[in-house]
Nanobody
Framework: VQLQASGGGLVQAGGSLRLSCAASGRTVSSYVMGWFRRAPGKEREFVAGIFRNGASTYYSDSVKGRFTISRDNARTTVYLQMNSLKPEDTAVYYC???????????????????WGQGTLVTVSS
């Protein structure tokens, strides 16, 4: 499966952005989907994950309550709605997919086989 992330940009602190991750090649309804980010000089970190049925979602503590992950299996797209953005949210955001992620490993980037190219989010203070 090929993933294409989009929706990044420059926004002021307190603003909102919605990232999209479009899949091609096959449906992603059977995949666990995740969003990760890498800030300058930092390691890649987990942001949010969503399981196949869309009912189970997981967030890092740093974004919980501000970001929402959702999926549209019919359109093979996963979204990350980001509200109340902070300068520390500035990073390149990546979407990822894998069929075999289990709950205990959803936050681990190494378990995901498929990755999008990343989209840059810059939050100004």
């Amino acid at each position: 499966v090929q993933l294409q992330a989009s929706g990044g940009g420059l926004v002021q602190a307190g603003g909102s952005l919605r990232l999209s991750c479009a899949a091609s090649g096959r449906t992603v309804s059977s995949y666990v989907m995740g969003w990760f980010r890498r800030a300058p000089g930092k390691e890649r970190e987990f942001v949010a994950g969503i399981f196949r049925n869309g009912a189970s979602t997981y967030y890092s503590d740093s974004v919980k309550g501000r970001f929402t992950i959702s999926r549209d299996n019919a359109r093979t797209t996963v979204y990350l709605q980001m509200n109340s953005l902070k300068p520390e949210d500035t990073a390149v955001y990546y979407c990822a997919a894998d069929r075999n992620v289990i709950l205990s490993r959803v936050r681990m980037p190494d378990v995901y086989d498929y990755w999008g190219q990343g989209t840059l989010v810059t939050v100004s203070s």
